[in-house]
């Protein structure tokens, strides 16, 4: 199984500054043929499912602010929230495709400074 | 708009089974661009993918290892939905069970049910 390790499990970044998530995967998750990293970042609020945030690695998934960018390939991924928000307080996790069985990392919790 | 909306008991008794049910809307549990799984979220596992049900000309299942002897997905085109059936259950299995579609094209997670706290107690 290919294991997803986040860092940090929790971050404290003030209104307005930039947040950064790594997540690193045991083994390469790009998949040659199309060059696509099967990589996704999710975010829970508490009581709600996860809401998918990124996929592709950087591929932002539609309605999803512009603050919000993944970057990375192979094994080394990050998310970034550009300027954060009160609403962007959450738990935020990583997530394989690449093969089965599908694994997410362990999660960061965000919140406001 | 796709939709899941999940059904079923929210207490099991150790060593009975677990079953639920995810309801479709917007979209077929026959699409052949989606896969149609379950996943869990407890502090101590925290989110575990499960197993899921698809259909590429024929009906296919896919479980994670170690609930292969235990667990069942099934699709019931008849009402487009799939459901969970999770045997033998113990303490370690009270969770917050999901149903989620994922797109084959993009390797996501992009639609979720609602959850269901599932409590394995006597």
């Known amino acids: 199984d290919i294991v997803m390790t986040q860092s940090p499990d929790s971050l404290a970044v003030s209104l307005g500054e930039r947040a950064t998530i790594n997540c690193k995967s045991s083994q390469s998750v790009l998949y040659s043929p199309n060059n696509k990293n099967y990589l996704a970042w999710y975010q829970q609020k508490p009581g709600q499912p996860p809401k998918v945030l990124i996929y592709?690695?950087?591929t932002r998934e539609s309605g999803v602010p512009d603050r919000f960018s993944g970057s990375g390939s192979g094994t080394d991924f990050t998310l970034s929230i550009s300027s954060l928000q009160p609403e962007d307080v959450a738990f935020y996790y990583c997530?394989?495709?690449?093969?089965?069985?599908?694994?997410f990392g362990q999660g960061t919790n965000l919140e406001i400074k | 708009q796709v939709q899941l909306q999940q059904s079923g008991p929210g207490l099991v008794k150790p060593s009975q089974t677990l079953s639920l049910t995810c309801a479709i809307s917007?979209?077929?549990?026959?699409?052949?661009?989606?896969?149609w799984d379950w996943i869990r979220q407890s502090p101590s596992r925290g989110l575990e993918w499960l197993g899921r049900t698809y259909y590429r000309s024929n009906w296919n299942n896919n479980y994670t290892e170690s609930l292969k002897s235990r667990i069942t997905i099934k699709p019931d085109t008849s009402k487009n939905q799939f459901s969970l059936q999770l045997n033998s259950v113990t303490p370690e299995d009270t969770a917050v069970y999901y149903c989620a579609r994922l797109l084959a094209a993009t390797g996501t997670f992009d639609c979720w049910g609602q959850g269901t706290l599932v409590t394995v107690s006597s």
């Open positions: 592709w690695a950087s």
């Open positions: 917007g979209d077929s549990v026959s699409n052949s661009g989606a896969t």
């Open positions: 997530q394989h495709s690449y093969n089965l069985p599908y694994t």
